[in-house]
């Protein structure tokens, strides 16, 4: 991969612990009503879409600031009509990837996305069977349209630094799914990532996976050492969850933050109903100070997502820099379909 100052700038911002990462729901709905979310559910369906020139207004604002990992989320992105320029909006000056259900994805799409600038797209699969993801889903085809959406992405990337994973929520009932779907992953030609599962929002029931998980993802993952790119420390360190399911401190506020489709800026997207004010109203200065002020009081360790626990792994710990290693596995240029 070709380093730019970009790059240079992210990693010297990474490396003071500043803010890195950024979640970004352009939207709440959704034609998937997963058991493991509550963004479907018809109060949150009332909820705007965030438009291209607020995404603007969004990029205007954090002019000058160093590069931020920015995650499309939904809700269902796809979905919205204005994803590729939004997408090309993010890129200019931040890294954007995307996480989706690949029920929309098309070729085309695909192929606009990347030219967009997107530096990775991760598909949602969750179990091995298609019959059990379609129901854990609600929706019937949900696993083939996954999988198909994999091979699109892979085939249409446009530079080799352009990753593709298929991405699993670790739950108390696939566990024995894990490495069946790694090797399917690795079948499709794509790598793969996990993420725990957390409860702390809405109605969703309990499905934490048991404390030696992550002992058991790491075995898994030192047998697929190329394909099962999640860091090894973000795995292990689940354990430290314990019994009452929380890993303290949480840094969401000071390494990362959430805006929603209503511009609203809130630590995490588990605190969507604790809002410090709004980035399309109000000062970032102040929105981020708020932000650290928040997360300073916070006595929150409730989840331990893809969004917070790969930051924190490689921000602290006595043991991060090993995980820098392991991270340069999960960027390495993959090459074209084409070359």
């Known amino acids: 991969m070709k380093i730019s100052p970009k790059h240079l700038r992210y990693s010297w911002n990474f490396a003071r612990q500043g803010m890195a990462h950024m979640n970004l729901q352009l939207l709440y709905n959704c034609n998937f009503h997963c058991k493991i979310c509550d963004f479907w559910h018809p109060e949150w369906q009332a909820k705007p879409k965030l438009s291209l020139a ?34 090309r909006s993010l890129c200019k000056d931040h890294f954007a990837v995307m996480i989706c259900n690949g029920w929309f994805m098309t070729r085309q799409k695909a192929r606009e996305l990347w030219e ?32 198909e959406a994999l ?13 593709v994973h298929m991405i699993t929520v670790v739950m108390d009932d696939n566990l024995e799914d894990i490495e069946p779907l790694c090797e399917l992953a690795e079948s499709i030609g794509v790598t793969y990532l996990v993420t725990f599962h957390s409860t702390s929002r809405g109605r969703k029931e309990k499905r934490a996976a048991p404390a030696d998980v992550g002992a058991r993802l790491v075995a898994i993952k030192k047998r697929h050492p190329k394909s099962f790119v999640a860091l090894e420390g973000y795995l292990e360190s689940y354990a430290q969850a314990g019994e009452d399911g929380e890993i303290k401190p949480c840094r969401a506020g000071k390494n990362l933050f959430n805006i929603d489709c209503t511009g609203a800026v809130s630590t995490c997207i588990d605190r969507l109903d604790e809002p ?3 980035i399309l ?5 102040t929105l981020f100070q708020k932000l650290s002020e928040q997360q300073k009081a916070s006595t929150c360790g409730a989840c331990w997502t893809s969004c917070r626990g790969p930051v924190e792994t490689m921000m602290y710990g006595k043991e991060r820099w090993r995980n820098f290693w392991d991270m340069d596995n999960m960027l390495k240029d993959v090459p074209l379909a084409r070359s």
């Open 54 to 87: 607020q995404v603007d207004t969004i990029m205007a604002k954090l002019k000058g600031r160093p590069p931020l990992l920015i995650s499309i989320g939904g809700g269902e992105p796809l979905l919205h009509p204005e994803l590729v320029p939004i997408a």
């Open 116 to 147: 967009a600038g997107l530096y990775e797209v991760s598909i949602s699969v969750d179990y091995l069977s298609p019959d059990r993801h379609d129901t854990h889903r609600d929706m019937p085809g949900a696993h083939a349209r996954a999988i």
């Open 151 to 163: 091979k699109m992405l892979i085939q249409e990337r446009v530079h080799p630094h352009q990753r």
């Open 276 to 278: 410090v004010g709004n």
């Open 281 to 285: 109203e109000d000062d970032v200065d």
